[in-house]
């Protein structure tokens, strides 16, 4: 299988939006969504298999690589182009390879100054999602009055992703390999601000096997939806 066309969706930091369409010989479509554009806590691959108007349209504008600047408005040469790979990407995004969901629950009020919580991932598509923690990149960020008044990195984790039934999905200095359908949590304990209402994490670290001609790990960044902590 060889690589006919890239197509890149970028962002410098904060916002740092990284997704990918990298359309392929066997006339299939991959979208790797890095850090989304929408407001979603997954990432992952997805595949789909562009009419061949499409196909023949991208390959041919994309053989040396896209990318575009979301910062930036749309140059008029390009706008079609843009609006043909986006149409494709979000096509592509109804049908999940292999995806990791994030999200966040509080376990219990605060106590003693602490607050603990299970940060969980939920396996989705056809094939099993690999990817790992960087704690450096990984954070809790408080919410009072609908703003973020505080954050803190996550402490020292002891284990990776560890499903109900106590089986280790990994993630900590080791890649998670997570089945579709399948879901476990890593507990995360942060000392709290005076006051606040709410919380949501901040995700990072690598992920693998996005493509099939990228085996190699690459960065991933996503921030769970809030939820909000009886404080």
Same mark, same amino acid.
């Given at each position: 299988?060889?690589?006919? &066309?890239?197509f890149n969706w970028?962002?410098?930091?904060? %916002?740092? $939006?990284?997704?990918?369409?990298?359309?392929?010989?066997?006339?299939?479509?991959r979208l790797v969504?890095?850090?989304?554009?929408?407001?979603? &806590?997954?990432?992952?691959?997805?595949?789909?298999?562009?009419?061949? #108007?499409?196909?023949?349209?991208?390959?041919?504008?994309?053989?040396?690589?896209?990318?575009?600047?979301?910062?930036?408005?749309?140059?008029?040469?390009?706008?079609?182009?843009?609006?043909?790979?986006?149409?494709?990407?979000?096509?592509?995004?109804?049908?999940?390879?292999?995806? #990791?969901?994030?999200?966040?629950?509080?376990?219990? &009020?605060?106590?003693?100054?602490?607050?603990?919580?299970?940060?969980?991932?939920?396996?989705?598509?056809?094939?099993?999602?690999?990817?790992?923690?960087?704690?450096?990149?990984?954070?809790?960020?408080?919410?009072?009055?609908?703003?973020?008044?505080?954050?803190?990195?996550?402490?020292?984790?002891? %284990?990776?992703?560890?499903?109900?039934? #106590?089986?280790?999905?990994?993630?900590?200095?080791?890649?998670?390999?997570?089945?579709?359908?399948?879901?476990? $949590?890593?507990?995360?304990?942060?000392?709290?601000?005076?006051?606040? %209402?709410?919380?949501?994490?901040? $995700?990072?670290?690598?992920?693998?096997?996005?493509?099939?001609?990228?085996?190699?790990?690459? #960065?991933?960044?996503?921030?769970?939806?809030?939820?909000?902590?009886?404080?």
């Amino acid at each position: 299988m060889e690589r006919v &066309a890239t197509f890149n969706w970028r962002t410098p930091p904060p %916002t740092s $939006v990284d997704e990918q369409l990298v359309l392929y010989d066997d006339g299939t479509a991959r979208l790797v969504v890095r850090s989304p554009r929408s407001q979603t &806590a997954t990432i992952g691959t997805y595949t789909h298999k562009p009419d061949k #108007a499409d196909f023949a349209e991208l390959t041919e504008a994309g053989a040396g690589g896209v990318t575009f600047d979301l910062r930036s408005a749309i140059p008029a040469d390009r706008a079609d182009l843009q609006a043909l790979a986006s149409r494709v990407a979000d096509e592509a995004r109804e049908k999940a390879e292999a995806t #990791a969901l994030f999200y966040v629950r509080a376990m219990g &009020a605060p106590a003693d100054g602490t607050l603990t919580l299970a940060v969980g991932v939920l396996g989705g598509g056809t094939r099993t999602v690999e990817f790992d923690l960087d704690e450096g990149k990984c954070s809790v960020h408080f919410i009072s009055g609908g703003q973020t008044n505080a954050w803190q990195e996550f402490s020292t984790l002891e %284990t990776g992703f560890v499903t109900p039934d #106590a089986e280790g999905l990994g993630g900590l200095r080791r890649r998670a390999e997570v089945q579709p359908g399948v879901y476990g $949590v890593v507990l995360v304990k942060v000392p709290v601000p005076g006051q606040f %209402t709410g919380v949501y994490a901040q $995700v990072g670290g690598s992920l693998y096997e996005a493509l099939p001609d990228e085996p190699m790990g690459s #960065a991933y960044a996503v921030r769970t939806d809030e939820v909000k902590v009886e404080n």
